[in-house]
C-alpha cells in the first residue's frame, strides 16, 4: 500500500548572513510537514527560524542524522507508515548532495513514497556556474585522501583524468586543511592547468576565483577555516 506522506528535501542556507538566498515556498513546505530529519537540529532550529519567525518549532518531532542515518532508517520509515510529511533539512546546502540525507531518500523511494526536493543554494553548482569551467563534463569526488603521498597522488589522477576527459574536477576539504591542500595542488600540478577557487559563496565575503596553477603560485591567499569548493580543468 502506498503511503501518503510526502518527503521535502529542504534547502538552507549556506551562509547565515544570505536567508535571501531561501525561496518563500520553502517555508510552505516546511509548514506542510509535522517530522523533521536534520543534520543538525540546533542548526536547523535556528535556520528555521531565521526564514519564518511564524514556525513554532517544538511542533515538530526532531531526529539528528548527522553520522547516524542508517540508525535512524527504522524511525523513517516509521514516520511514512504514519502518513506523515517528513522534511530532511542539511546543515548548509541541500540534502543528499555531499551531506546527509541519501539513506532516507533511497529508503522514501523504495516505500514508493513522494519525494519533493526544493531549490536551494548548491555550493558545488554555483561554484561550477561561477568557474568558466566545463559545465558538461564534470565530476564532484568529494574530500582528496588526508596524507601527503595518496594526497598527491590523487591529484594527479584527477589531473591526468581531467586532461583525456575535459572534465570539470570539484574537490573539497575540511576548512582547517584548505590551505595545506591548496600547498599541495600548487606543487602537484602543471602550470598550465586552470584552478578555481570558490569561498564562503553566497556571503558578504564571497570569493570566486579561476586562474592557472602558474598564475596561483604568484598570488598569496589565506583559506583557513573558511568553506571551499576547488575546482580544477587541465587544459
Not at 72 to 82: A, D, N, R, T, W
Request: charged share 25%.
Amino acid at each position: 500500500m502506498t503511503s501518503k506522506s510526502i518527503v521535502y528535501l529542504i534547502p538552507s542556507f549556506l551562509s547565515e548572513d544570505s536567508v535571501d538566498t531561501i525561496p518563500v515556498y520553502i517555508i510552505d513546505a516546511v509548514k506542510n510537514c509535522k517530522v523533521i530529519f536534520a543534520e543538525n537540529e540546533r542548526t536547523a532550529r535556528r535556520f528555521l527560524k531565521s526564514i519564518c519567525k511564524e514556525i513554532v518549532i517544538d511542533d515538530y518531532e526532531w531526529f539528528t542524522i548527522h553520522k547516524a542515518e542508517a540508525e535512524q532508517l527504522s524511525v523513517f520509515k516509521q514516520k511514512i507508515k504514519e502518513e506523515k510529511n517528513i522534511a530532511i533539512i542539511s546543515e548548509a546546502g541541500c540534502p543528499g548532495i555531499a551531506d546527509p540525507g541519501q539513506i532516507l531518500v533511497q529508503a522514501a523511494q523504495q516505500m514508493n513514497v513522494t519525494v519533493k526536493p526544493l531549490v536551494g543554494p548548491s555550493s558545488i553548482l554555483l561554484a561550477l556556474m561561477a568557474s568558466g569551467m566545463n559545465g558538461q563534463q564534470f565530476q564532484f569526488v568529494g574530500y582528496l585522501p588526508i596524507e601527503a603521498q595518496p594526497r598527491t597522488s590523487k591529484i594527479k589522477e584527477l589531473e591526468e583524468e581531467s586532461a583525456r576527459k575535459k572534465c570539470t574536477q570539484i574537490f573539497i576539504e575540511t576548512p582547517y586543511r584548505n590551505n595545506q591542500l591548496l600547498e599541495t595542488i600548487l606543487k602537484t600540478c602543471k602550470p598550465l592547468t586552470q584552478l578555481c577557487i570558490a569561498s564562503e559563496l553566497t556571503s558578504k565575503n564571497e570569493f570566486i576565483k579561476t586562474r592557472s596553477i602558474a598564475e596561483w603560485r604568484n598570488e598569496k591567499i589565506d583559506l583557513h577555516k573558511k568553506p571551499v569548493i576547488f575546482l580544477m580543468l587541465s587544459v
